[in-house]
């Protein structure tokens, strides 16, 4: 599995973490929880960290999954 990579974190004013995946908003963390996840970041693999804490990273192959035709329910794909 390759590793996470493409994620950022900015601190705000009121104590919020943004994270960002590519640039684009993957979520806010506010309160306890980005108390709990700047601890973590600090201590562990930043990038994987933010991807566990986002729920944003994947095993990769989810979209050739759903592209197979077992997976397609019966229906016939028009195109």
Known sequence: MPRPQ?????????GSVALTHHGRPAGVLRGDRAAKFLAEVVTGDAQLVMARWTGAYRFGNERRARNHPRNQGGRTRRG
């Open 6 to 14: 493409g994620f950022a974190y900015q601190e705000l004013r009121d």
